[in-house]
């Protein structure tokens, strides 16, 4: 290239210096002007306050107030003072989660958010830039969602605005920071949003691994995370399952439950019968679920009928030995179910990319050891034969009444109760006189008056046995489920109706292996201390309601170090019982005359014998007389 003969070298040089010089202190000025923008609309925060492991930080000059009518799920709240009563409000909450659900599914869909969006339009965030940002909240990955919408309580009608700033912690908790009022939007409104998320600290969390790492299930079942998910390593001896954590952009949210399980086929060795009944257990929506081959031992689960706007996407995969090392299709055999949660089903990227990472997860599943399900079956078959030469009169004494307390102890505090009464009728009268009453009552988040309900009466002895149950939910447009279950001799009727939809109906020969559900709770302090697998058609009032076939209990001692005592220093049996196809299990304290001592579940609850005068002082309605 010719030389320039206008300026020598050195001037060239000077000249390029000097405008890389002016670009500088140009992007330095705007920088400079844009941090003193964003301060100016920022407010000073008042002294952290900890809310168990959670601790928040609100805006100094604002009121802080109570929030009654939203129960215990509000951590903190403030109102910015003005004199024609039209201050935003600031309020912090945190939920419990049943699921892996993501930040902007949870204020789309979640009853405890009123947020002024389009559903369709608000789930893709490339397609909402000016309603969806990524943000971070106590140092989670999180969304920045904002609306309107037309309350019409401020002057002249104003639309009421509502920010909010999410996130879903690997606890299993959504954490929300919301803004609101009644004034035309604020350029110190998202700002003042970010700041308050930025400044929440969360403590208590599990551990996350890397993606690739090798992962263990219970029964030997190995896999390894595939790429974009990092295990969670939760320290809770109940959870069963292995939840996979999204890693990256929380605008594209997705993460995954992997739980260990048994494909056992039904009497005809129909697999896909079976599956369906297993993604029941995880979720009632899927009883009717399409089960499609997917795979060579692996099957793809899709929910009939039109799917949500964020529809899980469930997979199973299966040994092909069973036994001994048998290669078989129609005994008992590990398997290991997936459910992708947080993608939006409209997008056709977001659904590949779970495909994708299914097929790598499934790839690299193995199943390690042998199996004994053959042995299991049968110590539940004479486990049953025992207890029925035993009688119920034997069992249960003539006649009983338990109070049980249901209690959060991470959260501490109550959440529910039951009240289980029973009859049993002297040998010789007829069924009917053996009869009993399970009910069970949960309080929900958002409010006092928000309760479900489970309400099981049943009659009946070892071969004529009819249970009838009502599962009430807390939402008020929600219909009740409903079930039935009647043994007649050796034949097992189940029946469901749920939530209006059809009745789903299940006839055959009762399983060797059957204890009618509303004694189960009853009889486990009275099982023999071995290993085995019993079914049954319930465990527990208020659970969710799965297919009309009988389901598998996986029931085993555990020992555990320092042994359980109870509060006069005695030891306890510990049974460990698993609904196959749940993600958790319980833990049964038994004395040593056969009496049950308390109970634990996942996530910190518990269920304790109470009395009705407990009960009342705890949820109210007065004993007789009082």
């Not at 010719?2 to 040089?13: E, F, G, I, L, M």
């Not at 097929?359 to 004994?372: E, I, P």
């Not at 004494?397 to 289980?420: F, I, K, Y």
């Amino acid at each position: 290239m010719a030389r320039s003969w206008q300026y020598p070298r050195w001037r060239r040089c000077a000249m390029q210096g000097t405008l890389w010089l002016l670009l500088g202190a140009t992007v330095a000025l705007a920088a400079l002007v844009n941090h003193e923008r964003r301060r100016s609309m920022r407010v000073e925060l008042g002294p952290p306050t900890s809310h168990g492991w959670l601790t928040v930080r609100l805006p100094s000059t604002w009121q802080q107030s109570a929030a009654p009518d939203v129960g215990d799920r509000v951590i903190a709240r403030a109102v910015e003072p003005d004199p024609q009563g039209l201050g935003r409000t600031v309020t912090v909450t945190r939920d419990r989660v049943a699921r892996p659900i993501s930040p902007l599914e949870f204020l789309l869909t979640s009853n405890s958010q009123i947020l002024g969006l389009d559903l369709l339009h608000a789930q893709h965030a490339r397609g909402a830039e000016d309603l969806v940002e990524p943000i971070t909240v106590g140092g989670h990955p999180g969304v920045l969602m904002r609306g309107v919408r037309g309350s019409g309580r401020g002057p002249g009608g104003l639309p009421h605005k509502e920010i909010y700033g999410a996130t879903i912690t690997p606890s299993g908790h959504a954490i929300v920071v919301k803004l609101e009022g009644d004034r035309p939007a604020e350029l110190s409104d998202i700002e003042i949003v970010k700041q308050l998320a930025d400044a929440i600290e969360i403590g208590a969390q599990p551990s996350i691994g890397r993606s690739g790492e090798t992962v263990a299930l219970e029964g030997g079942i190995r896999f390894a995370a595939p790429e974009g998910f990092r295990p969670l390593y939760e320290n809770d001896p109940n959870l069963l399952r292995r939840r996979l954590w999204p890693d990256g952009d929380a605008t594209r949210w997705a993460a995954a439950e992997l739980i260990p399980c048994v494909l056992a086929p039904t009497e005809n060795n129909d697999e896909t019968m079976a599956i369906r009944a297993l993604a029941a257990v995880h979720d009632p929506a899927l009883r009717d679920a399409v089960v499609a081959p997917d795979g060579p031992r692996r099957w793809r689960i899709t929910r009939s009928g039109a799917a949500g706007p964020f529809a899980a996407r469930g997979y199973l995969v299966a040994d092909e030995l069973g036994d001994s090392g048998a290669i078989t299709g129609t005994s008992p055999r590990r398997a290991m179910m997936a459910f992708f949660h947080g993608a939006a089903s409209a997008s056709s990227d977001d659904v590949a990319a779970i495909d994708r990472a299914w097929d790598a997860l499934a790839r690299s599943v193995s199943f390690v050891g042998k199996t004994n399900f053959g042995a299991l079956l049968d110590a539940g078959n004479g486990e049953v034969e025992r207890l029925r030469k035993l009688g119920l009169l034997n069992l249960l004494g003539d006649e009983g009444e338990q109070w049980w307390l249901w209690t959060d102890q991470h959260e501490r505090r109550p959440l529910g109760w039951s009240h289980v009464q029973w009859k049993v009728g002297k040998k010789g009268e007829p069924p009917e006189k053996t009869f009993g009453r399970d009910e069970t009552v949960f309080q929900q988040p958002g409010g006092p008056g928000r309760k479900s309900s489970a309400l099981t009466k049943w009659t009946g002895e070892w071969r004529t046995y009819d249970a009838y149950t009502t599962i009430t939910p807390a939402d008020p447009g929600a219909e009740p489920v409903m079930s039935r279950a009647q043994l007649s001799g050796d034949k097992l009727s189940m029946q469901l109706a749920p939530r209006g939809r059809p009745v789903a109906e299940g006839t055959g020969a009762a399983p060797p292996q059957y204890i009618p559900g509303a004694w189960v709770p009853l009889l486990i302090g009275r099982l023999s201390p071995i290993p085995m697998i019993l079914k049954t058609d319930a465990l527990l009032a208020g659970e969710p309601v799965g297919a009309p076939l009988p389901m598998l209990l996986m029931v085993e001692p555990v020992t555990e170090q320092p042994m359980p005592v109870d509060a006069d220093g005695d030891p306890l049996r510990t049974v460990c019982v698993r609904v196959n196809g749940s993600s958790e299990s319980s833990r049964w304290y038994v004395r040593a005359n056969g009496e049950l001592q308390r109970v634990t579940f996942a996530r910190g609850l518990v269920r304790t014998p109470t009395d009705r005068k407990t009960k009342w002082f705890i949820f109210g309605d007065p004993p007789p007389g009082q």
